[in-house]
C-alpha cells in the first residue's frame, strides 16, 4: 500500500506547488473554494447542432458533498466583436459593450443537500430552475437547458512537467502523468441558441465569466474571480523570485473593464514572461508589434468564437485558432472557443515558446482521463473511488482550502 501510494502523493505535491489552470490561482480564491473559476469552455454542441454549450467549471478538487452556495453569483459574460484593422496595420478584436448579454446562476442551498437548486436567468424574463446534481431530459419551453453538479474535472496537464517550465525555463521529456486524474469540480453547463440569446444573427462572439459575493440584505455584488482564457492567471502572469503577485487583483477586474493603471503592471508582467518563455529554447522568436499585439490579446482576456459554426467537425475548432491567424496577418475562418479536449497546455507552451511556429511542444498528457459524454452535460460523472478522496483531502488540506 505505501508503495502504491508515495508516487500519488508525491505527484499531487508538485500539482500544489504549480496549481493547474485557473485552479487556485491566488490567495483569495485559494481559501474560497467555491469562488475559484478553474476553467471556462465553448463549443458547438455534439447532440444539439445549431446549439453552443458554454461550461464553467469552480471549486477545484470538490469532494462529494461539496456544493454551491447561495451567496455567490456566476455570470457568462457575451459581447458580440468584430475584427478590425488599426492604423498600424494589425487585425484587433473589439467588442461592442451595448451589445452585452449576461447568464446568471444563483442557488437555493437549504440544509439538505438533495433539495439544493439553482436558477439561471438570460435576461428578458427568461428563467429556468434546476435540481442540483440532476441532468434534466431536454430543454423547457425557453429553450434553454443547464445542469449544474459535480463532474470528473476534464483539464489535464503534467504538473512536474510545467513546474519546471514556468519557474526554472526548462524543457523537459514528456511524460503522461495527469495529474488532474480522478479530481472532481463543480459545474456549470448551459446550451441555448445563441441567435435566440442576442435576439438576431450573430458572428463572432466574446465570452468570459466571473463569480462575485451577493450580501444578502442589500443584494450588492463583489468580484471574487473571473475566467476567459485559462492560465493567465497562473503561467501567463506568473511572479518569479520576490516579483509581485498580480493574480489576486486580476481576478478582481470585470470582464471586458479591466482597469488601464492596472493594465499597465499586467502589460509589463506578460512582456517579462514572454520573453522568459520564449528564451527556454535560445532562440526569439516574439519580438515587435507582433509581440505587442500577442501581449494586447492576453491583458483582454475572453475566449472568442465564431458562432455562425455550429460543428464540431469544422476546421479550426478550439483554444486561440482565431487570434493565431489575427497574429499573422489575416481573417480567421477558424470556429474558435475551447473543447473539452482541447490541448490547451500543449497549445500554449508551443505559442510561448515559438509563437507556433515551431515543432508543437508536448508534455505528454494529451486528453482527459475520464470518457466524457455525448449528450448533455458532455462532462464525464464524477470519480468517487479511493484515489480520489485521498488526492481530494490532502489537496484541500496542503491549500488550505475550504
Not at 455567490?72 to 473589439?94: H, M, N, P, Q, T
Not at 469540480?185 to 466574446?206: P, Q, R
Not at 462532462?379 to 488526492?391: E, F, M, S, T, Y
Request: glycine share 8%.
Amino acid at each position: 500500500m505505501k508503495s502504491r501510494f508515495f508516487p500519488l502523493l508525491l505527484s499531487f505535491h508538485l500539482a500544489l506547488c504549480l496549481h493547474a489552470s485557473d485552479h487556485i490561482d491566488g490567495p483569495v480564491t485559494t481559501k474560497h473554494a467555491v469562488a475559484d473559476l478553474t476553467d471556462l469552455y465553448a463549443f458547438p454542441s455534439p447532440a444539439k447542432p445549431g446549439r453552443w454549450t458554454l461550461v464553467l467549471n469552480v471549486y477545484p478538487m470538490a469532494l462529494n458533498k461539496s456544493h454551491f452556495s447561495s451567496n455567490v453569483e456566476y455570470a457568462f459574460i457575451l459581447r458580440e466583436a468584430e475584427v478590425v484593422k488599426a492604423d498600424s496595420g494589425e487585425l484587433k478584436i473589439l467588442t461592442n459593450a451595448a451589445t452585452e448579454k449576461t447568464i446568471t446562476c444563483r442557488f437555493n442551498t437549504p440544509h439538505d443537500h438533495a433539495s439544493h437548486t439553482s436558477t439561471c436567468d438570460v435576461g428578458n424574463g427568461v428563467k429556468r430552475t434546476v435540481v442540483f446534481n440532476k441532468v434534466d431530459d431536454g430543454p423547457d419551453s425557453s429553450g434553454l437547458l443547464f445542469y449544474t453538479g459535480l463532474r470528473s474535472d476534464p483539464f489535464f496537464f503534467n504538473a512536474g512537467w510545467a513546474s519546471k517550465w514556468t519557474q526554472k525555463g526548462r524543457l523537459s521529456a514528456p511524460k503522461n502523468n495527469n495529474i488532474m486524474a480522478k479530481v472532481n469540480v463543480l459545474s456549470v453547463v448551459v446550451e441555448c441558441d445563441m441567435e435566440a440569446l442576442f435576439g438576431h444573427k450573430v458572428g463572432l462572439l466574446a465570452l468570459a465569466a466571473q463569480c462575485s459575493a451577493l450580501e444578502s440584505v442589500s443584494g450588492k455584488k463583489t468580484p471574487l474571480d473571473r475566467i476567459g482564457r485559462p492560465e493567465v492567471t497562473n503561467i501567463i502572469l506568473a511572479a518569479r523570485g520576490k516579483q509581485r503577485d498580480l493574480r489576486d487583483g486580476y481576478n478582481l477586474e470585470r470582464p471586458f473593464q479591466v482597469n488601464p493603471q492596472n493594465a499597465v503592471a499586467y502589460h509589463e508582467r506578460i512582456l517579462q514572461n514572454i520573453g522568459f518563455y520564449d528564451g527556454i529554447d535560445g532562440v526569439v522568436d516574439w519580438s515587435g508589434a507582433v509581440k505587442q499585439q500577442f501581449v494586447e490579446i492576453l491583458v483582454e482576456d475572453y475566449l472568442v468564437f465564431d458562432a455562425r459554426k455550429t460543428r464540431l467537425s469544422q476546421a479550426q475548432v478550439g483554444y486561440f485558432t482565431i487570434e493565431s491567424d489575427l497574429l499573422k496577418g489575416k481573417q480567421s475562418t477558424a470556429l474558435g472557443g475551447r473543447k473539452l479536449t482541447d490541448d490547451f497546455m500543449d497549445r500554449l507552451y508551443t505559442l510561448l515558446l515559438n509563437a507556433g511556429t515551431g515543432k508543437s511542444v508536448s508534455d505528454g498528457v494529451s486528453q482527459p482521463t475520464r470518457q466524457l459524454s455525448e449528450t448533455f452535460p458532455y462532462l464525464a460523472v464524477p470519480d468517487r473511488g479511493l484515489v480520489n478522496w485521498i488526492k481530494t483531502k490532502l489537496g484541500r488540506m496542503a491549500t488550505g482550502s475550504h
